[in-house]
């Protein structure tokens, strides 16, 4: 199923990344005109991702079809070795239920906490079409917006921190691109071993540390999701000195001495900060 899973999400991924800007803020002008909004909340894996980080012999060699070859047996290889060292951990998660969690939640955001009137809200494991965004664009009313959030959770390639990420966009009629667009992404403290002892210790207390984290994280998710939809004139991503921020950040396994990145702060949230990077992401992250 972890196969399956990582090849829909990288499909569904390369489809929102391709056509539009990677942050679109909602704007005054765009936001007046929306009166009402249907929301659709898409959750398509069924257990949380651990994902191999992609060999890279054919980039550094300038491709051609024997290192093709030779990148396909090392990822195949890193990503079998990974799922050996999760088997005791999704022996011990299997009965955990992201969705029920995470949507009762984020529904009660969206009636109660959200910038725009929000409707109707469907929630589904099914993904949406590129036609089928397309059809419901031109089917929109001049004043509805239509909300769709995809929300993925997996942990790093090293397996010691927790990821979080929403892809958010607002479509409206006739618009060819969504008039706000944006990513959020928590990330937990990692643990301190990488590897199968990572696997063990998200395990251990019957998982309770690989849940209280992904309680952690829907929190941080619906927080800023909230946050960032409010219309403000478009600011640019970076600012003054006085509030940008250096943070920790895993990138994985394959991350080399990249350990920290840089962002605006926007808010701080208990010990934690929601920062905002160069592209315009927003980030949940420790100091």
Known sequence: MIRTTVTMLGVVLGLVGCAAPQYIPLSPEAAAKIKTVKARSMVVQDEVIAKADPSLVSAAMGGGLIPALIDASITRARQERLQTAMEAFYATVED???????????????????????????????????????????????????????????????????NVSTYANLLAKDQQF????????????????????????????????????????????????????????????????????????NFGEGAGSRKSMQGTLIERRGDRYVIRDAVGHLYSVLP
């Open 96 to 162: 955990y239920d992201f969705r029920a969690e995470y949507w009762p939640q984020l529904t009660k955001v969206l009636q109660e906490d959200y910038a725009l009137k929000v409707v109707n809200i469907v929630t589904t494991p099914r993904t949406l079409s590129l036609k089928e965004r397309q059809n419901i664009t031109s089917s929109l009313k001049p004043d509805e917006g239509y909300l769709w959030l995809q929300t993925d959770y997996y942990l790093s390639t090293d397996l010691r921190s927790l």
């Open 178 to 249: 969504p008039v706000y667009k944006n990513r959020v992404t928590y990330q937990s403290a990692p643990v301190p071993d990488s590897g199968e002892q990572a696997a063990k210790a998200w395990a251990t207390d019957n998982g309770k540390p690989f849940y209280d984290k992904l309680r952690e994280g829907i929190r941080e998710t619906l927080a800023m999701l909230s946050l960032d939809i409010k219309p403000v004139k478009p600011a640019p991503a970076t600012s003054t000195k006085s509030n940008q921020v250096t943070v920790k950040y």
